[in-house]
């Protein structure tokens, strides 16, 4: 398709431009944007006029009050700006590893101290266990590989779950081991959910739906409610397409595969955020095609109030 050829090459050269400059800002240390992972956004510490006043009524700490005592040592912000688009290739850094013997990780977007709002991509040993905790902020993961058990049932590779506020669980790890991107502290307590709930994802279950605007794309809807909305794609390697990004923004991850977009070259296992700033995007699938999550309209969403769930200072 000559259209998607040169637009593939307009994109490219736009990438390594843009690429260019970053890393030589970083290089000079002047950079804070948030295109390249080992450059986190350099946001603002932020509350709402609302939730301040509440505070103050209750008695309750301000984020302001939180951040000048000692839990605020362990507060983080990567890539935490909701309002500004992001791109981050996993690939790019090294796994980090926990304190939890077997486990390790990569962060991609993180706001908070003990507890967080984060996505995360975290790998696990085989045949590991771990204690039954709670989730207060709810929990939202993929299976990428291997297999995840725990006390609702088997979760094997492509398999989305959602366990809402409050729920628990006691997980143990498949002999294979497993790999998981996990989203922490992004539901929101106005819109009641079953305490679990999972689908089977994998490009061969039932639920598919072609997509009639963009021929070689396929779409998996899972989940909606006022306040967001999921769902899966299949792209055909090579399928190129425009698509429409919603008012609220979008987060996409790349499952299997690789495309380009405007904001560059997403590989396997790259999370990135459309803020809205551009209102359509056109996708270029790769040699292999790909297969993405897409979370939308959800970036001006009430979600739980990561400062209401920190440990008490002291």
């Known amino acids: ?57 209750s008695g309750e700490q301000t984020l302001s009050e ?8 362990k507060w983080v912000e990567l890539n935490a700006d909701k309002s500004q688009d992001c791109l981050v290739n996993t690939d790019e850094f090294e796994w980090i590893q926990t304190a939890a013997g077997g ?6 977007e993180r706001l908070g101290g003990e507890v967080a709002r984060a996505t995360t991509v975290v790998n696990f040993q085989p045949n590991s266990n771990f204690p039954r905790h709670v989730h207060e902020g709810g929990e939202e993961f993929i299976v990428l590989e291997g297999e995840w058990l725990d006390d609702w049932a088997s979760q094997p590779e492509f398999t989305y779950v959602r366990n809402y506020l409050g729920s628990s ?27 679990h709930s999972q689908w ?17 794309r396929s779409m998996l809807q899972v989940f ?40 560059g070259e997403h590989r396997k296992w790259s999370w990135a955020r459309n803020a809205a700033d551009l209102r359509q995007m056109t996708r270029i699938a790769g040699a292999n095609g790909c297969m993405i999550y897409v979370k939308s309209g959800h970036l001006k969403s009430p979600e739980v109030d990561i400062l209401s769930l920190q440990p008490a200072v002291k």
């Not at 939180?66 to 040592?73: I, N, T």
């Not at 486990?103 to 991609?108: D, E, G, N, P, T």
């Not at 006691?170 to 992004?186: E, F, M, N, S, Y």
């Open 200 to 216: 089977d994802i994998s490009p061969t279950s039932e639920g598919w739906v072609p997509c009639k605007a963009i021929p070689g």
């Open 66 to 73: 939180f951040l000048k005592s000692s839990k605020a040592q």
């Open 103 to 108: 486990v390790r990780r990569k962060l991609i």
């Open 1 to 57: 398709k000559p259209f998607c050829r040169k637009l593939w090459w307009m994109m490219a050269l736009r990438w390594a431009r843009v690429r260019s400059k970053v890393v030589a800002g970083i290089a000079a240390g002047s950079y804070s944007g948030t295109w390249y992972p080992s450059a986190p956004c350099q946001t603002l510490h932020c509350q709402t006029a609302q939730s301040q006043q509440r505070q103050k009524a």
């Open 224 to 263: 909606q409610s006022p306040h967001e909305r999921v769902h899966f794609e299949v792209w055909a390697p090579g399928t190129c397409g425009t698509v429409e990004i919603p008012n609220a923004g979008e987060e996409v991850f790349v499952i299997e595969g690789q495309f380009q977009d405007q904001l």
């Open 169 to 195: 669980h006691t997980p143990r790890i498949g002999p294979t081991g497993a790999t998981i991107l996990v989203k922490l502290c992004q539901m929101s307590d106005l819109q009641p959910e079953p305490d």
